[in-house]
């Protein structure tokens, strides 16, 4: 009988860790199929000692990209990569499709390793925007932003390249699976307005000119701290969205003009590893011509 009793309570236990594993599976799994990309933060000298492993975007406009870019980076700034779209509406990102075809072109996949960095003030948050930009396409691989960005790499004494580098790059698919839960649409905003809490990132100038009603006013330059220009952790962040009473048990949305210093602070939100936000890419611009005033 004692032989019996030890059977079942062995197998009771194998059944309880069996469970527990699959509970633990299901709570790996789900942020990463449910939120942003695999997203995160490297500092200058782990990505010098693992340059080869990553393929470095350049945020920053091309003409900075130019004159001086850590080697072997690729420009990737937000001006290359939006345009004015039909409906007269600025800074609007290029389709899925047509940035897929262009990234294959340059050689990156869905799960090639991204490194990005800008310098916050030049490229506008660029960097933050690209980060963004990639999760939005559901990007498979991992995407990181170098912490404290080009002033970080300088500030190590790491090299610099001057002038365009001749690369040639392996045409490859991008297979562009978007997120929608990264991004909000103007008809969603204005017809579900109070399911969200919206963040202006905008400068005072702007936000004083006009603004979505309701919206609650934060500089993007707050979103960063230092010389360096280093995104807000996780208390910092906080800290910041307490001070000026953001309800974070609603989605967060944030916006700017047209979606990249939007972009910065999706991100550093994203980083903080905070409840759902959504970046309104369309901005002032798309909410300044909605047709329903």
């Not at 290029?94 to 310098?119: H, K």
């Not at 930009?133 to 190590?156: D, E, T, Y």
């Not at 997120?179 to 809490?197: N, S």
């Amino acid at each position: 009988m004692s032989k019996i009793m030890r059977l079942i309570q062995s197998v009771r236990r194998v059944r309880l860790l069996t469970a527990a594993l699959a509970l633990l599976l299901v709570q790996v799994c789900l942020p990463l199929s449910a939120g942003a990309a695999d997203l995160g933060l490297i500092d200058a000298a782990r990505l010098k000692a693992g340059a080869g492993s990553w393929v470095v975007l350049d945020a920053r406009p091309k003409a900075e990209w130019l004159a001086g870019h850590i080697p072997g980076a690729l420009s990737f700034s937000w001006e290359d990569y939006t345009r004015t779209d039909a409906r007269g509406v600025k800074y609007s990102s290029f389709p899925p499709s047509e940035l897929a075809a262009l990234l294959g072109a340059m050689g990156i996949s869905e799960r090639t390793p991204l490194v990005i960095y800008g310098d916050a003030d030049k490229s506008w948050g660029g960097e933050g925007y690209d980060a963004w930009l990639f999760s939005w396409l559901g990007h498979k691989g991992a995407v990181r932003l170098l912490n404290g960005g080009i002033q970080a790499w300088r500030g190590a004494g790491l090299p610099l390249v001057a002038g365009a580098e001749h690369r040639q790059a392996k045409k490859v698919p991008y297979l562009a699976q978007v997120k929608p839960q990264t991004v909000i649409g103007t008809e969603e905003l204005q017809g579900r307005k109070d399911a969200y809490t919206v963040v202006d990132v905008r400068s005072t100038f702007e936000w004083l000119k006009g603004r979505i009603p309701g919206a609650v006013h934060i500089p993007w330059e707050d979103f960063y701290t230092g010389k360096e220009r280093r995104p807000l952790n996780r208390a910092e962040l906080r800290k910041l969205l307490d001070k000026h009473d953001v309800d974070l048990r609603k989605p967060v949305v944030y916006y700017c003009l047209g979606g990249i210093r939007s972009g910065y602070a999706w991100t550093v939100h994203q980083l903080a590893g905070l409840p759902e936000a959504r970046n309104y890419k369309g901005g002032w611009e798309a909410w300044d011509k909605r047709e329903v005033r």
